[in-house]
């Protein structure tokens, strides 16, 4: 890595931006990624660089989401390869979702290698790779998924979605948890589940909180889910943001 001194106070940012950057040389991650970072980080600034509660609350609901699902799918890009491969993973296993590669700009070569990075990380059974099914009303590219992944989802995580994506997932009514930065984004805006978080650290909590109710009775996953205000959550970071 990057010989960067812990006591420098970006720190973290900078890592983090070197994994974009690495992730681009190896072909994981689209140079558009790099764009997506640094609006991120600029978010995440706004924020205080931490997981505000309304988020915790957020990563709480999206595990209980995950884990009341008939089929839950995590999707993934090439953002999300460069940033948490080996954490996705883990969430994956601790919920029982399927992963699903799926790209704004996609590549089957962009695809191949990200479906390589995350199985070099554990994974097994990767979707996204079949291309048999497609989202109504998006372009051709970008509106493929997979018939028994994406297609089949009740419950879909969608970590740095694209507006319109988002939105046509929704609009085939699947439930959507969104990881995004950005509380104003229409991702964030069209989620059942907002996460207002870097994904950095969204990843690990949804799992930590994965973990804490894997034994739970479906009552009580589905009061956690029925009593998690989406506009509340957005409300609190909005507010975050402008009175940090
Ligand atoms: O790999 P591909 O081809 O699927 O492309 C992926 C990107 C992310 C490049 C593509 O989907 C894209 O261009 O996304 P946008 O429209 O730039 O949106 C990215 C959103 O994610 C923005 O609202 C950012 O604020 C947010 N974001 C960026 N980095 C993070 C983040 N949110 C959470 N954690 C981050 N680390």
Redesign the pocket.
């Known amino acids: 890595g990057p010989d960067i001194p812990e006591s420098h106070p970006r720190h973290e940012s900078l890592l983090t931006r070197h994994r974009i950057e690495d992730g681009v040389d190896r072909g994981l991650?689209?140079r558009?990624?790099l764009?997506?970072?640094g609006?991120?980080e600029a978010?995440d600034y706004l924020l205080g660089e931490e997981t505000i509660p309304s988020a915790d609350a957020a990563e709480r609901a999206a595990a209980a989401h995950l884990l009341s699902a008939d089929h839950p799918v995590i999707s993934v890009?090439?953002?999300v390869a460069a940033?948490a491969p080996g954490e996705t993973v883990a969430l994956a296993e601790a919920t029982g979702a399927d992963i699903e590669i799926n790209?704004?700009?996609r590549t089957d070569e962009r695809i191949e290698r990200i479906a390589e990075h995350f199985r070099n990380y554990g994974a097994e059974g990767i979707k996204g790779l079949a291309a048999d099914a497609r989202i109504p009303g998006l372009a051709h590219e970008r509106a493929k998924v997979d018939a028994d992944g994406i297609a089949a989802a009740d419950v879909v995580l969608v970590?740095?979605?694209?507006g319109d994506r988002a939105a046509a997932l929704a609009e085939m009514g699947k439930t959507e948890v969104v990881?995004?930065?950005?509380p104003l984004?229409r991702s964030a805006r069209t989620a059942a589940v907002p996460v207002v978080d870097?994904?950095?650290r969204a990843v690990p909590n949804m799992t930590a909180h994965a973990e804490d109710l894997a034994g739970a009775d479906p009552d009580t996953l589905g009061s956690i889910v029925e009593s998690f205000d989406a506009d509340a959550a957005l409300s609190a970071a909005e507010d975050r943001i402008r009175n940090l």
Do not use: C, H, W
């Open positions: 991650t689209s558009q990624g764009i997506a970072q609006r991120g978010f890009n090439g953002n940033l790209l704004f700009n970590p740095l979605e694209d990881v995004d930065l950005n984004s870097n994904l950095l």
